[in-house]
């Protein structure tokens, strides 16, 4: 019998014992963005490390300017490729915790899923490769190839320290491939293999008009309101069609190639079935672009909040002092981050009349990225999903944002193969995240197959 067949046997033996550590691993409530998090962080980075020395992996915690990450390797080998796996262990906060079905920290199996926040995001699917690689330690005595795992726990708040880190270590993360499972498939049991994100750049201002709250019979007439600038400088932004009007956004901008335009052709999407999932009547934005080039290959700015004055329940007669906005734009190739925080700011700046002022904030800066599709490592993860699920995956793009992988396509030049074993509909960031536990499974196949395939055809 072929290594692999031991290892795939080992996979179906093993199903009880690995959800089992799943719902483990989703017991810590490790959210990155709370600073009380810190004893919680750092517990949930202690089981993955010791879970990775149970398998037989060398494993360390190492600190970093923020939380810290986790690095597991096999014995290195001469002469036979070697493999990243990245992936993170810190999770989104749980807000609004009263809409989850059951609590977010106490994970739950129903209709053949695991409901847990980080469920799919991303430590279902990053545990996936942990149990493919104790695969083929138990049963074939180690993976065919040299295998490294980055487990961050800062990706929710834009890894904002990984570079550098990385940087720091940089041999030891040097690879022929990174693997990373934190996208979605196309839909149930149609996988995708996904050849580009976009980046982000995340902004907020904050208008300030009067030192405080005022009454809006005594002093409306007289009194600044920047409830009233916050809005104005939002509508200018777009226009009614959903093009942004921040001069210079454009720049620059890469369309897509014609074979990829030709390839979302053939995507087997439903746009109706999509509107009603979203409750809409119709798909919104630039009606000039097909869906999945505005889903994919367009950039994009949406306000994500917007606050000022009263919001409470009934009427309060206020006039704000202070009003403001979050502002994500999603970027593609050929936008430079940087600049666009830039210009937006110089936008919004422009916008804020004398008698008020403004407190900007950018948050997030990150380029988007395309992986080359010919790489051998993008074979070998054809020939995995095949296997694994049976089912030859479709080329996607994404429209969301994994901050670390333009640094290894880009600085790094490291091929890298996003095998997401998600659903669109997982609730990734939102109350009752969940993820299908055959896709748990069959990732752990899928994952286990693209070390072999990886192996055989870089040899
Ligand atoms: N796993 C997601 C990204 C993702 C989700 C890719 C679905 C493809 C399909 C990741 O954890 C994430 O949420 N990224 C953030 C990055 C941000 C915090 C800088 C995003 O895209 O908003
Ligand atoms: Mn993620
Ligand atoms: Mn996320």
């Given amino acids: 019998m072929a290594a692999i067949d031991d290892v795939i046997q080992y996979v179906e033996e093993n199903r009880a014992k690995f959800e089992d550590e799943l719902f483990e691993l989703l017991r810590f409530p490790s959210i990155s963005s709370d600073p009380e998090s810190s004893d919680e962080m750092s517990r949930c980075a202690d089981w993955v490390k010791l879970n990775f020395e149970q398998i037989g992996l060398k494993a360390e915690i190492l600190p970093t300017k923020g939380w810290p990450v986790v690095v597991a390797e096999t014995e290195r080998e001469e002469g036979r490729p070697t493999v990243l796996v990245y992936g993170h262990y810190d999770v989104q906060p749980v807000d609004p915790v009263d809409l989850w079905d059951s609590p977010p920290f106490e994970p739950r199996r129903a209709n053949g899923n695991v409901y847990a926040r980080g469920a799919t995001d991303d430590k279902g699917q990053a545990f996936t490769h942990v149990k493919a690689a104790e695969a083929w330690m138990k049963a074939s005595g180690g993976p ?16 904002p320290n990984l570079e550098d880190f990385i940087q720091e270590n940089r041999s030891r993360f040097e690879a022929d491939a990174v693997l990373v499972s934190d996208t979605s498939q196309f839909g149930p049991g149609q996988p995708a293999l996904c050849y580009a994100l976009r980046g982000i750049t995340y902004m907020e201002f904050v208008v300030t008009g009067a030192k405080e709250d005022l009454h809006s019979g005594m002093f409306g007439g007289i009194a600044p309101n920047p409830a ?22 454009y720049d620059g901008v890469k369309p897509p190639e014609d074979w990829e335009l030709a390839e979302y052709e053939k995507l087997p999407w439903n746009y109706e079935e999509l509107a009603k999932q979203l409750g809409i009547a119709k798909l919104s934005g630039e009606q000039e672009f097909p869906v999945p080039v505005r889903k994919w290959c367009r950039p994009t700015l949406d306000i994500n909040g917007v606050y000022g004055g009263f919001a409470g329940k009934g009427a309060k007669t206020v006039i704000p002092s202070k009003a403001g906005a979050k502002v994500s734009m999603r970027l593609v190739p050929g936008q430079d981050a940087v600049r666009i925080a830039e210009i937006f700011e110089t936008f919004v700046r422009e916008r804020i009349p004398d008698d008020y002022q403004v407190e900007i904030t950018n948050f997030q800066n990150s380029p988007a990225t395309v992986i080359p599709i010919e790489d051998p490592a993008m074979q070998a993860g054809k020939e995995a999903f095949a296997k694994g699920y049976g ?9 969301a944002s994994i901050p670390v992988v333009a640094f290894f396509v880009d600085e790094m030049k490291m091929p890298t193969v996003l095998l997401g074993f998600g659903l669109p509909d997982d609730n990734l960031h939102a109350p009752n995240e969940k993820f299908l536990l055959e896709d748990f499974h069959r990732g752990i196949k899928t994952s286990a197959h693209f070390l072999d395939a990886f192996a055989r055809i870089k040899r």
């Fill in 144 to 159: 065919p190839v040299n295998l490294v795992f980055l487990i961050e726990g800062e990706e929710e708040i834009g890894s």
């Fill in 228 to 249: 009233h600038v916050v809005s104005r400088v939002l509508a200018d932004m777009k226009d009614a069609n959903g093009t942004i009007q921040i001069p210079g956004f």
């Fill in 391 to 399: 089912k030859e995956p479709l080329l996607t793009r994404e429209g």
